[in-house]
């Protein structure tokens, strides 16, 4: 199955932030129509799951951040745990695995004292990482 171009543009309004009724009003369709289209893509394959998307500046002392982390040892197992030990923290919403001098970069959001801790007391201490270097986001413009 091929994304028609119906769906190209839901899924973008949706990804840019846009709600189910916005949708429908700027496309002129019912609400059911774009619930149609989403588990139509859901069905098969083109979308994987429902993130809900937080507006964390609403939250009392907000921060986010984002974490180049090094480890010592890469092989497939070291990085499985490290990966199992990050997605139990609720600070972190986006964990990439890339290439280069760093092995993992982190999104983190939440408290700003929250973050700190977070960033010095459990992955700076864990075993297997090797180094890392914080970026503390001050601003973030929405495309």
């Not at 309004?13 to 189910?20: F, K």
């Not at 019912?30 to 609403?58: C, D």
């Not at 499985?80 to 999104?107: H, P, R």
Request: aromatic letters at 8%.
């Amino acid at each position: 199955m091929q994304i028609k171009d119906t769906d190209s543009k839901i899924l973008n309004a949706l990804r840019h932030g846009d709600d189910v009724t916005k949708v429908a009003q700027d496309f002129k369709i019912p609400k059911s129509t774009v619930y149609y289209h989403l588990n139509k893509l859901k069905k098969a394959g083109f979308i994987k799951g429902v993130r809900v998307a937080m507006n964390y500046e609403q939250t009392k002392n907000h921060g986010s951040a984002m974490m180049l982390v090094s480890l010592t040892k890469t092989n497939a197992k070291d990085v499985k745990t490290f990966e199992d030990e990050m997605q139990k923290s609720t600070l972190i919403s986006d964990i990439y695995a890339v290439t280069g001098d760093w092995d993992f970069v982190l999104i983190l959001r939440g408290e700003k004292e929250e973050l700190t801790n977070f960033i010095m007391d459990s992955v700076q201490s864990m075993p297997n990482v090797n180094r890392t270097h914080s970026l503390f986001i001050m601003r973030h413009t929405e495309l």
